[in-house]
């Protein structure tokens, strides 16, 4: 768990110097500080979620520009709980009446106005829009299930550092192993092919020691290019 956590604060340090001028680059970080400052669990959820999802769509064929947008995406894709009372937010019971969720389910349309207010671009409006929708339908808010490559990636990122990360009304983490075996017990509701890139990065994460250097690595290369 601290080793993705790491992972996630160095690839954040990295990425924010190198936009250090770009303004939706810096209301994005002044928004995702803010977030920590209102609950650090959630923030570092979102840095987990970012970290994911930057790996995951380097897995298909994206500008460099657009990979380090779903980053900052998945940064902000809980921004709407900024709105949420501290019972829901910071509760250690779990999701019960009707009334928590819609809590819940407004966390999206809240985190979606506000970035539509603050003109971020179409990628980071989306995946804050899609990341509790399935592909069968099961998701909220809308229950779509026709969803485009940042929903899937979305999904995915934000349910694997659900499991990974403890939560106050769940203290107990999954292995990564656990986290692949409950994807996989749920078919048609994520995206195969995005789970089998989630399994390859996992089993380099395992493997290779070095794989967070090799992604910073990568920025500098970009910086220096
Ligand atoms: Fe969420």
Not at 130 to 154: C, M, Q, T, V
Request: hydrophobic letters at 40%; glycine letters at 4%; charged letters at 20%.
């Amino acid at each position: 768990m601290e080793t993705v956590l790491a992972g996630s604060w160095n690839l954040y340090h990295k990425l924010m110097s190198q936009y250090d001028d770009d303004s939706i680059w810096i209301k994005g970080n002044a928004l995702f500080r803010a977030l920590e400052c209102r609950c650090t669990a959630t923030a570092e959820h979102s840095l987990v979620v970012a970290y994911r999802s930057y790996q995951l769509s380097s897995k298909s064929p994206q500008t460099y520009k657009i990979r380090n947008l779903i980053f900052l995406a998945g940064l902000l894709h809980d921004i709407g709980k900024l709105s949420m009372a501290d019972d829901v937010l910071k509760s250690a019971r779990k999701i019960s009446t009707q009334m928590d969720f819609e809590h819940l389910v407004n966390h999206v349309t809240h985190g979606v106005d506000l970035l539509n207010k603050l003109n971020f671009p179409r990628e980071i409006i989306e995946f804050c829009q899609f990341h509790h929708e399935r592909l069968n339908g099961s998701g909220y808010p809308n229950a779509l299930s026709d969803l485009s490559w940042i929903g899937k990636i979305a999904a995915v990122a934000d349910v694997y550092s659900a499991l990974k990360l403890p939560r106050l009304y769940r203290p107990d983490i999954m292995s990564d192993a656990q986290i692949l075996a409950f994807f996989k017990a749920q078919p048609g509701a994520f995206d195969p092919q995005i789970i089998l890139s989630l399994e390859e990065i996992l089993i380099s994460s395992t493997q290779n020691n070095s794989h967070d250097e090799l992604l910073i690595e990568e920025v500098n290369s970009h910086v220096l290019g």
